[in-house]
């Protein structure tokens, strides 16, 4: 492990690969290196981008990744993919839209499934950031799943949010319900070369200007950027507000308090994810009489409920 953690500090793709892997098992040995990552990682700036389904996130991605190459940093790429609910796979679709930068050394695109968990995000994704931010990353892009209005937890896991919208999806307030609106330091309308882009642009400035975005931006006006991955139109603008917003939470003091709100949420999903995996355990064994209790009506599902964490020593 001692060598894993050095050819990560490194910079080596196949060590970077293999800590990975073993980051989404979290054995105990891989828990403590993890920690010694965490503790040499917080220097990227972590940037999530989520939106509804088929608004053209992947596309976006590859698109600003070549541009911020050209800056001469290192990108980091965390894309996660929704599983299938009976097989636990997913297609990984994302890997396959970014094939052309794979020759890039200054480039990393890891695939991650969300197995079950909500919220766009998949369980092993900041560690998996951790793991790029260690290994000398500038940037790292989190691309969540097509997320709903509620499922946003990537606005607690980056430093900066970008919310992709695209025109013509059937609903043309479809990010500026209030989930989504509110969770952005930046909102991208894609495809803009179709006609019906701009509407979609002056509909997010006019909720804006309304004071329905983010509370907590202070001095930080969020811009509504066109984009067309197509044509490259505004990629750069984009990629220059990115930059912009880390240098605003920098000097505004702002970015402490994301990383406090970050580490919150870690510490609150990882103790989630054990309870579930305690509980995963006693499944085939002492709950299935519980189970049938249940299913006779014999037992109600709260009562079931506190019964299991007393059993689990989890209610004092």
């Not at 050209?70 to 980091?76: A, C, E, L, P, T």
């Not at 991955?229 to 930059?243: K, Q």
């Not at 702002?254 to 103790?271: C, D, G, S, W």
């Amino acid at each position: 492990m001692k060598g894993l953690l050095e050819g990560v500090y490194a910079g080596e793709i196949r060590a970077i690969a293999r800590m990975m892997s073993l980051a989404e098992g979290a054995q105990r040995p891989v828990r403590d290196a993890l920690g010694e990552i965490y503790r040499r990682a917080g220097r990227a700036h972590v940037v999530g981008l989520t939106g509804s389904p088929g608004s053209g996130k992947s596309t976006l991605v590859g698109a600003l990744t070549r541009a911020v190459r050209k800056s001469g940093r290192k990108v980091g790429i965390v894309a996660v993919d929704p599983s299938s609910p009976f097989s636990g796979g997913a297609i990984l679709g994302d890997r396959i839209r970014m094939t052309d930068l794979a020759t890039d050394k200054g480039v990393f695109v890891r695939s991650l499934a969300t197995r079950g968990n909500l919220g766009g995000l998949a369980s092993a994704s900041l560690d998996t950031v951790d793991i790029l931010d260690a290994a000398g990353f500038d940037l790292v892009l989190i691309e969540t799943v097509g997320v709903g209005q509620d499922e946003v937890d990537i606005a607690r896991a980056a430093h900066t949010v970008v919310v992709v919208s695209a025109p013509g999806l059937g609903d043309d307030v479809q990010a500026i319900k209030a989930g989504v609106l509110e969770i952005a330091d930046i909102h991208v309308v894609s495809k803009a070369d179709r006609p019906d882009a701009n509407k979609t642009a002056s509909d997010l400035n006019a909720m804006l200007g309304l004071g329905l975005g983010r509370r907590d931006q202070g001095s930080w006006s969020v811009p509504v950027i066109c984009t067309s991955a197509e044509t490259g139109e505004g990629v750069r603008g984009l990629g220059s507000a990115i930059d912009s917003h880390g240098i605003h939470l920098s000097n505004s003091g702002e970015r402490e308090r994301r990383q406090h709100e970050i580490a919150e949420m870690r510490v609150l999903k990882i103790a989630e994810n054990m309870v579930r995996g305690r509980v995963e355990q006693e499944r085939e064994a002492s709950l299935r009489t519980m189970f049938d209790d249940l299913t006779s009506r014999r037992l109600d599902p709260h009562s079931a409920a506190r019964k299991l964490l007393q059993d689990l020593n989890l209610v004092f």
